[in-house]
């Protein structure tokens, strides 16, 4: 069934247009993998054979980028859930705005939905990282500098990416956060040149979760603690306590406390004033390092910027 969807681009529908359809397609209950899904959409709409070959620059059909873009919305809104790689699931709350029958569906429709709230306050968080002098540049500054406006979506982008890549390690079981986050300090370079890495812990252990041994004869160890907590459950002053119990048995003065959520006041001063060194990394740091250490994540696109050689017009 076609429908008249006014919000489109060279006869394509934009993401808005193409949210509805994905609902439409998924409403009856049933698992389908994305490339399921976009053609299904792309079907609903009637999009021709002639629509269906415009591409984005970088070669992928626009339809199957805008229908792919349209799921990763609705899983952070809460409205899909991916149980598996690739396959989503309609929600109760996916059926309500199914049922409603749009046209269109934006990303400030979705903030009637706490999962969608919650996801762009964590990149608004994230976006007030950025650095002073960033945070100094004047509007007309960016509206007249293309390369500030590029580093700008750079860092939007980057803060969309590290708030999805938070999302997958609370979706994650508490033994793969574990290894990600052994995976992330060996990246950072703890294990020096012929230090070793090693995953201890289970779900439940109370213990150590891993260790990084920075020389081989193993007197330099940093320990490591993982927690995977939901967002809503900070870690408190206790787990911080066992921890340093832990590795006070084992004479270690070198241990780092990572959480997927974040700590509470408490948590922090009881790491402050311990006798071992004890770092806390909380989610939002987590995700940052992940990023800028290439963990859990890939290169998507490079751009080249070009200027005028003035040198080569400079003549004798």
């Not at 999302?167 to 703890?190: C, H, R, T």
Request: glycine content about 8%; hydrophobic content about 40%.
């Amino acid at each position: 069934m076609a429908i008249s969807v006014p919000t489109c681009e060279e006869g394509i529908p934009t993401i808005d247009g193409f949210r509805p359809a994905v609902l439409a397609v998924m409403s009856d209950g049933a698992a389908r993998k994305v490339r399921d899904i976009r053609e299904a959409a792309a079907d609903y709409l009637g999009l021709t054979e002639e629509q269906r070959q415009k591409s984005i620059p970088t070669g992928q059909p626009i339809y199957r980028n805008r229908a792919a873009w349209a799921c990763s919305s609705f899983v952070k809104a809460g409205l899909l859930s991916r149980p598996s790689k690739g396959v989503y699931v309609i929600t109760e709350d996916g059926k309500v705005v199914a049922n409603r029958q749009l046209a269109k569906y934006s990303e400030a429709d979705m903030c009637e939905w706490p999962m969608w709230q919650q996801y762009q306050s964590e990149i608004a968080q994230r976006r007030g990282h950025t650095s002073p002098s960033a945070q100094q540049i004047s509007a007309d500054q960016v509206n007249e500098d293309p390369q500030i406006r590029i580093d700008q979506l750079v860092r939007d982008v980057n803060a969309e990416v590290e708030t999805e890549l938070r999302q997958m390690l609370f979706d994650s079981s508490p033994e793969f956060f574990e290894k990600a986050v052994i995976e992330l300090l060996w990246a950072m370079g703890y294990g020096g040149h012929s230090g070793t890495k090693e995953h201890l812990g289970k779900s439940g252990d109370g213990g150590v979760d891993g260790v990084i041994r920075q020389d081989p004869l193993g007197l330099q160890n940093v320990y490591v603690q993982a927690k995977r907590y939901a967002q809503n459950n900070p870690v408190g002053r206790a787990p911080i306590h066992e921890f340093a119990g832990v590795m006070a048995s084992k004479a270690a003065d070198r241990g780092v406390f990572i959480t997927s959520s974040t700590f509470t006041k408490a948590a922090l001063e009881a790491a402050k004033y311990m006798r071992s060194n004890i770092v806390l990394i909380d989610g939002i740091q987590l995700t940052s390092l992940m990023l800028a250490y290439g963990v859990g994540v890939e290169k998507s696109q490079t751009v080249t910027l070009y200027r005028v050689d003035q040198d080569f017009f400079a003549e004798e």
